[in-house]
């Protein structure tokens, strides 16, 4: 497979069963007559249970790929398998996790929990919702709407929206984009402890270098528009991450060479 | 939006009896103003409030009052329910399927200037003199701005919203019901409240035409039959306060907790 610029001297991972295959993606958006190219020739293999972080610059189009993995925009070139099977459309094995403001303002923090467990019986689902409202520690807001959250808050509320249908892989696009530094620290160790637990394969959008060194397996740098994969990055530090570890730094240095801005502010 | 201050904002809508009395010690002062002045004009242009209440009494010993209200209420309720059982599920259709809005909405955009009004005259036509005009005049009243509201809710749905119900597999009939509709409805409930008070407008004026029964039948008979504006003026009041009650009530819906997020604060 064209596993685009993986330097060759990073240790592989290539042992997992692949789950997913970006083969050619290529995104072209029609604008004022024009094309513009927002994709171009993106191919990448993700393995079963691998947390792989996309990093890129706001805007360059990441976010688009993510869509695209999920099955919401269908590509302009090239094909997404997921198990092996073409991706045609989104679906309940793998959830696409927006920022906050995927959470449904008219359910309660149970509601939105339940929302795709209708097929349960009550009891199972009571059971199954209680379970991800203590995974996530919201224990004693489970009638509350979420206009009385914090962004945090309904942040876990979204992420266990989506483990409660046990699916395979999640989709992540800058999910703690928009809250603050302290709770975003806390919201990385939280899906890091889910993801230990529970083994999704878990493809997570940023544009946080240090949030993709932090969270991720694998770095798929990305270029600025139309995005290109840059390099992939191996992170072969155990977790938990010891973030002044000079392997750790050596890492971060590297994808920041990599993106043209080391040693600059 | 800010959210947070949200239970501080109104330390008087606590205070219950605070927030009656205030308004009931301003009505009181207008009716010793509205009484005082009625004793100094010199030709006859308003009865008083006592004269006013006292045709009340009358009505009511006469057992019209009840009748009237009755009958203004049962035509309004059938031709507002009609309308919004019909109207509600072609506007939401018609804003999911964009098409068929840009194909329906110069349709909309031309009946809609038309008062409900200019249509007595061909619904005395189809329906006769009776309780069909007042209703069908009605459910004109209801209908076009019912479909709008509904149409331009469901074209605000954020997107997100269905990428999340598409996401969870909901089939077509889910997803109407379990995101679509919830995330209509603060739109759908101002929108009932607007039409409800023209909905109300409007029955007065057609029972002053198309029937013999109601509160707006009861002002242009009481006119006719011998000046009577003591009993002219009765029935505003009585106008006046069901609209009130009827705005209360629908008002309630939207302290509803799935509901009120639709709103701000203020």
Same mark, same amino acid.
């Given at each position: /497979?064209?596993?685009?610029?993986?330097?060759?001297?990073?240790?592989?991972?290539?042992?997992?069963?692949?789950?997913?295959? !970006?083969?050619?993606?290529?995104?072209?958006?029609?604008?004022?007559?024009?094309?513009?190219?927002?994709?171009?020739?993106?191919?990448?293999? @993700?393995?079963?249970?691998?947390? #792989?972080?996309?990093?890129?610059?706001?805007?360059?189009?990441?976010?688009?790929?993510?869509? #695209?993995?999920?099955?919401?925009?269908?590509?302009?070139?090239?094909?997404?398998?997921?198990?092996?099977?073409?991706? @045609?459309?989104?679906?309940?094995?793998?959830?696409?996790?927006?920022?906050?403001?995927?959470?449904?303002?008219?359910?309660?923090?149970?509601?939105?929990?339940?929302?795709?467990?209708?097929?349960?019986?009550?009891?199972?689902?009571?059971?199954?919702?209680?379970?991800? @409202?203590?995974? @996530?520690?919201?224990?004693?807001?489970?009638?509350?709407?979420?206009?009385?959250?914090?962004?945090?808050?309904?942040?876990?509320?979204?992420?266990?929206?989506?483990?409660?249908?046990?699916?395979? /892989?999640?989709?992540?696009?800058?999910?703690?984009?928009?809250?603050?530094?302290?709770?975003?620290?806390? /919201?990385?160790?939280?899906?890091?402890?889910?993801?230990?637990?529970?083994?999704?394969?878990?493809?997570?959008?940023?544009?946080?270098?240090?949030?993709?060194?932090?969270?991720?397996?694998? #770095?798929?740098? /990305?270029?600025?528009?139309?995005?290109?994969?840059?390099?992939?990055?191996?992170?072969?530090? !155990?977790?938990?991450?010891?973030?002044?570890?000079?392997?750790?730094?050596?890492?971060?240095?590297?994808?920041?060479?990599?993106?043209?801005?080391?040693?600059? #502010? | 939006?800010?959210?947070?201050?949200?239970?501080?904002?109104?330390? =008087?809508?606590?205070?219950?009896?605070?927030?009656?009395?205030?308004?009931?010690?301003?009505?009181?002062?207008?009716?010793?103003?509205?009484?005082?002045?009625?004793?100094?004009?010199?030709?006859?242009?308003?009865?008083?409030?006592?004269?006013?209440?006292?045709?009340?009494?009358? =009505?009511?010993?006469?057992?019209?009052?009840?009748?009237?209200?009755?009958?203004?209420?049962?035509?309004?309720?059938?031709?507002?329910?009609?309308?919004?059982?019909?109207?509600?599920?072609?506007? =939401?259709?018609?804003?999911?399927?964009?098409?068929?809005?840009?194909?329906?909405?110069?349709?909309?955009?031309?009946?809609?200037?038309?008062?409900?009004?200019?249509?007595?005259?061909?619904?005395?036509?189809?329906?006769?003199?009776?309780?069909?005009?007042?209703?069908?005049?009605?459910?004109?009243?209801?209908?076009?701005?019912?479909? &709008?509201?509904?149409?331009?809710?469901?074209?605000?749905?954020?997107?997100?919203?269905?990428?999340?119900?598409?996401?969870?597999?909901?089939?077509?009939?889910?997803?109407?019901?379990?995101?679509?509709?919830?995330?209509?409805?603060?739109?759908?409930?101002?929108?009932?409240?607007?039409?409800?008070?023209?909905?109300?407008?409007?029955?007065?004026?057609?029972?002053?035409?198309?029937?013999?029964?109601?509160?707006?039948?009861?002002?242009?008979?009481?006119?006719?039959?011998?000046?009577?504006?003591?009993?002219?003026?009765?029935?505003?009041?009585?106008?006046?306060?069901?609209?009130?009650?009827?705005? &209360?009530?629908?008002?309630?819906?939207?302290?509803?907790?799935?509901?009120?997020?639709?709103?701000?604060?203020?």
């Amino acid at each position: /497979m064209t596993s685009a610029a993986r330097p060759a001297s990073a240790p592989t991972t290539q042992a997992r069963a692949v789950k997913l295959r !970006a083969d050619g993606i290529g995104m072209v958006f029609e604008r004022d007559g024009g094309g513009v190219s927002v994709l171009d020739d993106i191919s990448l293999e @993700v393995g079963e249970g691998e947390f #792989v972080c996309l990093l890129g610059p706001s805007g360059c189009g990441k976010s688009t790929i993510l869509n #695209v993995m999920a099955g919401f925009i269908a590509p302009t070139s090239g094909q997404v398998r997921i198990d092996g099977e073409p991706v @045609v459309g989104p679906d309940p094995r793998r959830i696409f996790v927006f920022q906050e403001r995927g959470v449904f303002p008219w359910l309660t923090v149970e509601g939105n929990i339940g929302f795709g467990l209708s097929r349960l019986s009550p009891e199972d689902r009571q059971r199954r919702i209680a379970h991800y @409202v203590a995974l @996530v520690g919201l224990q004693g807001f489970e009638k509350t709407y979420p206009r009385d959250l914090s962004g945090g808050m309904k942040q876990r509320v979204e992420v266990a929206r989506a483990l409660a249908v046990n699916p395979d /892989m999640l989709f992540l696009d800058e999910p703690f984009g928009a809250l603050d530094s302290i709770t975003r620290l806390i /919201m990385r160790g939280e899906l890091l402890r889910i993801w230990e637990a529970e083994r999704k394969t878990i493809i997570f959008v940023t544009h946080d270098i240090d949030e993709a060194v932090q969270l991720a397996d694998r #770095v798929v740098v /990305m270029s600025a528009r139309p995005a290109k994969v840059q390099r992939i990055v191996d992170i072969d530090i !155990a977790h938990p991450r010891d973030i002044s570890s000079a392997r750790y730094l050596s890492l971060r240095d590297g994808i920041l060479e990599a993106i043209g801005l080391a040693h600059k #502010v | 939006m800010l959210r947070t201050s949200r239970q501080v904002n109104h330390p =008087l809508r606590s205070g219950t009896a605070v927030s009656v009395l205030k308004p009931g010690t301003f009505v009181a002062v207008l009716l010793v103003a509205w009484h005082i002045a009625v004793k100094f004009q010199r030709v006859p242009i308003l009865p008083g409030p006592v004269a006013v209440g006292a045709a009340l009494l009358e =009505l009511g010993q006469r057992g019209l009052l009840l009748k009237y209200v009755v009958a203004s209420l049962f035509r309004v309720t059938w031709g507002f329910l009609g309308a919004a059982l019909l109207g509600i599920p072609i506007g =939401l259709s018609l804003g999911w399927y964009r098409r068929a809005e840009l194909a329906f909405n110069p349709l909309l955009q031309i009946l809609r200037p038309i008062s409900p009004l200019a249509w007595i005259p061909i619904a005395i036509l189809w329906f006769g003199v009776g309780d069909l005009t007042a209703v069908f005049l009605i459910f004109l009243a209801s209908f076009l701005p019912l479909t &709008v509201t509904a149409m331009n809710a469901v074209a605000g749905i954020p997107e997100v919203y269905v990428n999340v119900g598409r996401n969870f597999g909901l089939r077509r009939a889910q997803l109407i019901y379990t995101v679509l509709y919830p995330a209509v409805m603060p739109q759908l409930v101002i929108g009932l409240r607007i039409t409800l008070g023209v909905a109300w407008l409007v029955v007065v004026a057609a029972e002053m035409i198309a029937v013999n029964s109601g509160l707006g039948f009861l002002i242009v008979d009481a006119r006719n039959a011998g000046n009577r504006y003591d009993l002219v003026v009765a029935g505003m009041v009585m106008i006046g306060v069901i609209g009130l009650l009827l705005d &209360v009530g629908i008002r309630s819906l939207e302290r509803v907790p799935s509901i009120n997020w639709g709103y701000s604060d203020d």
